[in-house]
Nanobody, 124 residues
Framework: QVSLVETGGGLVQPGGSLKLSCVVSGDTADYHAIGWFRQAPGKEREGVST????????YYADSVKGRFTISRDNAKDTAYLEMNNLKPEDTAVYYC?????????????????WGQGTQVTVSS
């Protein structure tokens, strides 16, 4: 069993930055990729970014390319999402998730464990 806890959310002005962290605990040998997802009010949850635990390969949704950077520290079982040039449309609850499958993917059905989420609000 794997547990995930997200931190780092908050209120930021447009153009600002935030860095989210996702700490993985439990059977940390049981996951091979981390994904970040978000859900805005009234919208479906969508994939934001994902990174492979083994080779570090990462993917991004088109809406965040060039603004968000995903990284991981395997020694700490922690993943990060650095978000720059934030826009009001980035406002959402951000979730991290762990996949038992090899390879990074933004497909939600590949993820087996989910955190509780952290709120990110971009507003002036």
């Amino acid at each position: 069993q794997v547990s995930l806890v997200e931190t780092g959310g908050g209120l930021v002005q447009p153009g600002g930055s935030l860095k989210l962290s996702c700490v993985v605990s439990g059977d940390t040998a049981d996951y091979h990729a981390i994904g970040w997802f978000r859900q805005a009010p009234g919208k479906e949850r969508e994939g934001v970014s994902t990174i492979s635990k083994t080779d570090g390969r990462a993917y991004y949704a088109d809406s965040v390319k060039g603004r968000f950077t995903i990284s991981r520290d395997n020694a700490k079982d922690t993943a990060y999402l650095e978000m720059n040039n934030l826009k009001p449309e980035d406002t959402a609850v951000y979730y991290c998730a762990a996949s038992r499958s090899f390879g990074a993917s933004l497909l939600q059905r590949r993820y087996d464990y989910w955190g509780q989420g952290t709120q990110v609000t971009v507003s002036s």
